[in-house]
Nanobody, 118 residues
């Protein structure tokens, strides 16, 4: 059983930046970020394989968000730049086997709120 704990969310103005972190209690393979805005379904944001060789991004965040990981610390990061109000959501970290939108992902964090004001 792997536990995931996200941190780094908050309130930021449009055009600003935030960096999310997700610390895993054990070794993980593929790790990803998803988000869910009020009244909407959870959507894929980005994911990275253990080696970093395979990385995927949703079209809506390409060029603005960057995923990275430190395997020595069992931690994955999400650097979010040029944030837009549409990025407002609860962001979830996930760990699984395939670094893509469908995973599958076996473990999920509790989520961290990101709010972007206009």
């Amino acid at each position: 059983q792997v536990q995931l704990v996200e941190s780094g969310g908050g309130l930021v103005q449009a055009g600003g930046s935030l960096r999310l972190s997700c610390a895993a209690s054990g070794r993980t393979f593929a790790m990803g970020w998803f988000r869910q805005a009020p009244g909407k379904e959870r959507e894929f944001v980005t994911a990275m394989s253990w080696s970093g060789a395979n990385t995927n991004y949703a079209d809506s965040v390409k060029g603005r968000f960057t995923i990275s990981r430190d395997n020595a610390k069992n931690t994955v990061y999400l650097q979010m730049n040029n944030l837009k109000p549409d990025d407002t959501a609860v962001y979830y970290c996930a760990a699984g086997w395939v670094a893509g939108p469908s995973g599958p992902y076996d473990y999920w964090g509790q989520g961290t709120q990101v709010t972007v004001s206009s």
